[in-house]
């Protein structure tokens, strides 16, 4: 005998999701909450991937591995599959992070309003610069890098965000790994090295520009003239719009 | 008679590069200069996939479409991917930037050296607050937005780099639309209508923490226990450093 739940999980756990949905789910996401906004309560398939930059065959698959098919005809109810995305990214409960290095990258993401109304709440920032130690930022007080041990274990800190100088980026991923964190976004512009078991996710805020440079050279005819986009990836009418989608 | 350019210009406008490969070339390259920086003149495909967080096939494809096969038993040369990947990206010329709105993240970007390194010159930084305006922030003094139109003639802007509060976004996006500019990356959490013929991408900073929530949940055991991720979008032993790579 197993249950409807055992079934799920196990039916998961042989299918599983890979890793280009899992990195287009929070555009989904993004594209949902501004249906959301403005009281959309339904979405069609070529509708939430137009919003989303994809096309909606790949929308579709992406989404049947959440186990939501929509309605013929109808589409996607916008609140049950923000749920379930929500749900599938584990956005449902909270996640407290701590940005280490409060220069002006840091302080930018420190005041990002993006990270809370996701449920990433920012415990505290630390910098090792005794000029900026004692600042209150965004409602924070930054304390001395010194604390940092100790501020993950106060605030059971599970995810460390790394906006420091290239130099000083291994040494702190090193210390927040040493503490127990295994999730680490760094802003840093250096290649960090971590052990088995930690998810590091790094940043290179020139990436969006060289695709925008793509396309100006192409619209400015070089290298080799003009050249077609191969259809299939963006719908139609949408090319104005990309949005940028991880995979 | 046709010239082989001819029949270089032929085949590409046939084949056309898929956008998600387009999206992935910034990260190759990312890659390829971290080996050219520690000295390596040859990589081999499988070296090359797992810097960049990709499957070697995948990587073998993308640069199949920049006729770049390698070479077998050597692999790629670096110097020269470097080159054809440049170049396919359009940064093997300069490109002029203007960045609107100058709080922390305009002033992060503004310092931000990655931009410099891939051909992307700040030509100017333009913000509407008075407090603002002439301040001098990385080399460059902050104008009035009045002078908007003016800088973007001015300096030849062919990217327009919007990191105002939302509510601004629009407006300013407009007002660079009518001034040519073709290309805009939009910092601000706000989505931007533009007419055909201009590319928008937008940067959601959460997005990749989103990611990293994902793997935590995992990791943790939710929501439905751990789930295998799907085999071939990531090299074995490469899982611990995901970088990200758009679509």
Chains 1, 2 share one sequence.
Not at 220 to 245: C, H, I
């Amino acid at each position: 005998m197993t249950t409807p739940r055992q079934n799920r999980r196990r039916e998961r756990a042989a299918r599983g999701i890979p890793e280009a949905t899992v990195a287009r789910l929070p555009v989904y996401l993004r594209a949902l909450t501004g249906l959301q906004e403005r009281g959309v309560a339904t979405v069609s398939s070529e509708e939430l991937a137009a919003a989303a930059g994809v096309n909606s065959a790949k929308l579709r698959k992406d989404l049947s591995h959440l186990g939501s098919y929509g309605t013929r005809g109808v589409g996607y109810e916008v609140e049950y599959l923000v749920y379930q995305i929500s749900r599938e990214l584990g956005l449902t409960q909270d996640w407290v992070v701590a940005i280490i290095g409060v220069g002006n990258l840091g302080r930018a993401l420190a005041g990002y309003g993006g990270f809370a109304s996701r449920g990433f709440r920012v415990a505290g920032l630390l910098d090792a610069d005794d000029s900026i130690v004692g600042q209150e930022i965004s409602g924070m007080t930054v304390e001395h890098i010194d604390r940092l041990e100790d501020m993950i274990a106060r605030h059971g800190v599970s995810i460390a965000v790394i906006a420091t100088p290239a130099g000083a980026a291994q040494g702190v991923c090193d210390r927040v790994v040493a503490a127990g964190v295994t999730s680490v976004l760094n802003f840093a512009p250096t290649v960090l090295t971590v052990p088995d078991g930690v998810d590091v996710r790094k940043v290179d805020l020139s990436i969006e520009l060289q695709i925008l440079a793509f396309h100006e050279q192409r619209k400015a005819g070089g290298p080799d003239g003009p050249a077609p986009l191969v259809a299939g990836d963006a719908p139609p009418g949408t090319k104005q719009y990309v949005e940028p989608v991880e995979a």
